[in-house]
């Protein structure tokens, strides 16, 4: 009799654990879910106190690339020595483009604003429609920044079967400065 009440005790206390468990397992993977909002929340708010030094970082490194850009972007110097900065880029930009300028002519620079003038140069040259794209194209990666204001174009000479038409080409391409050099 002593085993058979052993069993029966057994089995009750088996009944009554799994009936126990089956009533907190929700409980515990609850709590659980829980914890692990807290935690990310923790995280989160950790984080967010760390946005403002964070900010003042991303700031200065703005700042940083901004004044870089300005630097690469804009000759300096005053208006003469940007003038000759100018005209020496635009005739190695031709070169590495194949094409020899005619006249280079000054032009009159301009005030954008209480800080940025532009210094154009008037440019009068001959080529085929293939080299004057190959000095446009080449124009677009100088730095500083040259920018092409006007252009003008007619035939010069017909294309012909065996050779393409002779463009007369004139442009107004300038430069970028800061008032006071």
């Keep these: 009799m002593n085993s058979r009440i052993l069993v029966v005790a057994i089995v009750f206390l088996s009944i009554l654990s799994f009936g126990y468990w089956s009533l907190t397992a929700e409980t515990w993977?609850?709590?659980?879910?829980?914890?692990q909002g807290y935690l990310q929340q923790k995280r989160l708010l950790a984080r967010l106190q760390q946005l403002p030094k964070r900010e003042e970082q991303i700031r200065a490194a703005?700042?940083?690339l901004n004044t870089g850009f300005v630097e690469?972007?804009?000759?300096?110097?005053?208006?003469s020595a940007v003038r000759t900065q100018i005209q020496?880029?635009?005739r190695q930009v031709a070169a590495s483009a194949g094409l020899n300028i005619g006249n280079m002519r000054p032009l009159l620079a301009r005030e954008l604003d209480d800080e940025l003038i532009f210094t154009p140069i008037q440019l009068t040259f001959s080529a085929t429609h293939d080299d004057n794209l190959a000095f446009l194209t080449a124009l677009e990666s100088v730095e500083p920044i040259l920018r092409v204001n006007r252009m003008s174009v007619s035939v010069q000479t017909p294309s012909e079967v065996d050779r393409p038409a002779t463009l007369s080409v004139t442009m107004e391409v300038g430069g970028y400065r800061l008032e006071g050099g």
Excluded: F, H, P
């Design 88 to 90: 020496r880029d635009i």
């Design 29 to 35: 993977s609850d709590i659980a879910v829980a914890k």
């Design 72 to 79: 690469a972007s804009l000759y300096a110097g005053d208006n």
């Design 62 to 64: 703005l700042q940083e």
